[in-house]
């Protein structure tokens, strides 16, 4: 497979992932960028907003506007960091733990469909690579 291919495949992916995300989020007041933060908040719960920010590889002031909207709606609550009072520790509410109840049920449907013919050493093997192409992706941006 040439590399046109593989990125085209990833592409795919990816725009059809978010496209069905962004189906199911219709009728919610939370969009495809805001459940991506809680279900990573939800996954790490303390994460400060710089923490989130490298681990998704989002623009600071992009996670601290969709920080600020997301506890305006209820979702998450702030604290400040007892090691660091500048940092911001970031903590979901019952309403944001029930949020990411319903994305986890999204996933493990679209994860079902998408990859039902494939074995397990499959999945081991893609996610190993995807890890791996990802953290690259993140280190040569971050040198640019």
């Known amino acids: 497979m ?14 059809t992932f978010q496209s069905y995300l962004s189906k199911a989020l219709a ?36 996670i601290a506007r969709s920080v600020k909207s997301l506890e305006e709606k209820g979702y998450l609550v702030t604290e400040r960091s007892g090691q660091d009072k500048r940092a911001k520790e970031l903590y979901l509410t019952e309403a944001g733990k029930t949020f990411v109840q ?19 050493q499959e999945l081991e093997v893609i996610a190993g690579w995807l890890e791996r192409m990802s953290s690259q992706a993140k280190d040569y941006v971050a040198d640019r």
């Open 102 to 120: 319903f994305m986890d049920g999204l996933h493990q449907r679209w994860a079902e469909h998408v990859m039902n013919h494939m074995s397990e």
């Open 2 to 15: 040439e590399l046109v291919s593989i990125a085209r495949a990833i592409g795919i992916l990816n725009r």
């Open 27 to 62: 009728d919610k007041d939370v969009s495809y960028s805001d459940s991506i933060f809680l279900i990573n908040i939800g996954n790490k719960s303390g994460i400060s907003q710089e923490e989130l920010s490298d681990l998704l590889a989002i623009d600071k002031a992009a």
